[in-house]
């Protein structure tokens, strides 16, 4: 299936906020407090007439797409680009076209593509900065087959999640990363 069907697939943002039933409330949370500097306003207003489209694959239960999605909405509003979600379980078809490092389909990912479907960007799971944040998390947890290896998993991903949720710096970082892609 050609990029302009996946796009005409996927859900807008109202349809998928509507259907999220695990991080609703964190990525609209994010979404209401996050405003772009000017600097980045004027650099995306170059682009509205472009009218570049994002194909989102993303699930609601992903911690890093609570994070990248509402960040990216307020990208797209100020460089007027149509976003659409696709879910990524259930469309493994597009996901797969998309893996990180060639074997992971970690999400969100976003496809930007031009009004004929041509693919002009790709984006994600994470900006490299984030990525070496989880790194660093995940050298400091004990072996896989220690006891509490579990127990100090969950706390690491826990204070993750709240420093994705309050630390509007990030939000700032994961921005910048994504105009990479379009810019």
Do not use: H
């Not at 069907?5 to 979404?31: A, H, R």
Request: hydrophobic residues 40%; contains cysteine.
């Amino acid at each position: 299936m050609e990029l302009n069907s996946w796009f005409q697939k996927g859900l807008t943002k109202d349809e998928y906020i509507d259907l999220m039933k695990v991080n609703k409330e964190g990525m609209v949370s994010i979404y209401d407090r996050f405003e772009l500097k000017e600097e980045d306003k004027k650099k995306l207003e170059a682009f509205q007439s472009k009218k570049l489209r994002a194909i989102v694959l993303t699930e609601d239960w992903c911690g890093d797409a609570k994070l990248n999605n509402p960040v990216l909405l307020r990208l797209a509003e100020a460089a007027n680009i149509e976003v659409r979600f696709v879910l990524r379980d259930q469309n493994l078809e597009l996901m797969d076209q998309y893996l990180t490092n060639g074997t992971s389909r970690a999400i969100p990912i976003f496809i930007f593509i031009d009004q004929e479907g041509n693919e002009v960007g790709v984006w994600g799971p994470r900006a490299p900065e984030m990525q070496a944040l989880v790194e660093k998390g995940r050298a400091e947890l004990p072996d896989k087959d220690a006891p509490d290896f579990q127990e100090k998993q969950m706390d690491f991903y826990k204070s993750l999640g709240k420093t994705y949720q309050t630390d509007s710096s990030i939000w700032q970082t994961v921005a910048n990363s994504i105009m990479t892609a379009i810019i």
